[in-house]
Each structure stands twice: as C-alpha cells, then as structure tokens.
C-alpha cells in the first residue's frame, strides 16, 4: 500500500499532462503561439475573432459530440480506448477540421496558418485510416508532431529563429509522450506512428499549399 501512495503523484502527474495538452486543445495553443512569434500580427479583433471560433469549433463542439457519443452507447469510455471508438471519433474530427480550413483559407491575412489546418485534416484522415485497419497511433503524438514539423518550415521561410521555442515544446513533447505510456494508453510503436503521421502530414501540407495557394 505505501508503495502505490509513494508513486501515486506520478500517476496523477501524467493524467494532468494527457488533459493539459490534449490533442483537442493543441490547434488553439498553436494559433496563439503562432500570433505571438509572427512579427506581422497584434492583437486585433481578427485575431480573437479566431480563437473564439476555434475554441467553439474545434474544442467545444467535438467534446458535445463526445458527450453524445458516450450516453448514445457508441463509445463506452471519453478516452476512447478502442480503435473502433477513435474511428467514430475521428470522421468527427476530419469534419470539425475541414470546416476549419476552409475558413482559414478565407482569411488572406491568415494564409501562414493553412498549412497547419490541412496537415491537422490529413492525419486525422490517416489515423482514421488506421483505426479502421484496428490500428491505435497516439493522437497525443500526432498533434505533436505536427506542431513541431509546423514551426519548424514556417520559421524557416519566415526567416525566424524560433530555437528556443522549439527546444521547450521538445521537451514539453517527451513529458506528454512519456506521460501516455507510462498510463498504458499506447504503446511506443503507436507514439511513434503518430509522431510520423504528425510530421509527414505537416510537410504534404506546406507543398500542397506553395503550389496551389
């Protein structure tokens, strides 16, 4: 019993690190990140205007359909244990995001962004893919991943040196990461698929989006 008390903190350690950086809430930290290194933005009224409505539409609406999902008896659990449940989830998801890009991309001020939200819809698209095929990559990983592969192309045609941000979310990224298998959710084959997902999505992206935007 003591032995279990003396580590328990680790535990809770890693549930507070799931939920502070779950995946639900990884565009909106991104955005705002993003609006604070850009040297051609501050604060305005389209800048709130868009983070209102990614805080309805990409963290207030997927959690309603979660809760429906839950009490309509098509996921048993919100953590969304089984490949089944994530893939009910993620049609969801690909739907919030592809609204999303579409009103990105209305938004010239806001084009540096698109490339984001399109690599965000591809690997969801990926990962459903996946758990259609029984298959479970860390979602947690995935955003991740993403955001990393993200800042580094878009620092890197901005001229920015961005380092210093890009070593803290590393960091940040192993304790997240570390978190999710040591709660048992994944195992390192799946963090790292969704690590690859992340990045390889992120980089479709920016090419898709330098020729045809």
């Not at 939920?19 to 955005?31: D, G, K, M, R, S």
């Not at 890197?156 to 304790?175: A, G, M, P």
């Not at 709660?183 to 698929?193: F, N, Q, Y």
Request: glycine letters at 4%; aromatic letters at 24%.
């Amino acid at each position: 019993m003591k032995e279990v008390k003396k580590y328990a903190w680790k535990e809770y350690f890693a549930m507070f690190l799931s939920v502070l950086f779950h995946p639900l809430f990884i565009p909106l930290y991104t955005v705002t990140l993003y609006f604070f290194l850009s040297p051609n933005f501050f604060l305005s009224s389209n800048i709130k205007f868009l983070e209102i409505y990614l805080l309805i539409v990409s963290i207030v609406i997927p959690l309603l359909f979660l809760l429906t999902f839950r009490y309509s008896g098509f996921i048993k659990s919100g953590v969304l244990k089984t490949s089944k449940e994530r893939l009910y989830f993620s049609f969801v998801m690909f739907t919030v995001y592809f609204i999303l890009t579409q009103k990105i991309a209305s938004f010239h001020i806001f084009i540096e962004l698109l490339p984001f939200f399109i690599g965000i819809s591809l690997s969801v698209l990926f990962a459903g893919v996946l758990n259609f095929f029984n298959k479970k990559p860390s979602l947690h990983a995935m955003a991740f991943g993403g955001v990393l592969s993200f800042l580094m192309i878009w620092s890197y045609y901005s001229r920015l040196n961005i380092l210093w941000v890009l070593i803290i979310i590393i960091f940040i990224t192993s304790l997240v990461l570390a978190a999710r298998v040591y709660l048992e959710a994944h195992e390192p084959k799946e963090i790292l698929t969704g690590l690859l997902i992340g990045i390889f999505t992120q980089f479709i992206a920016f090419w898709f989006s330098y020729f045809f935007f």
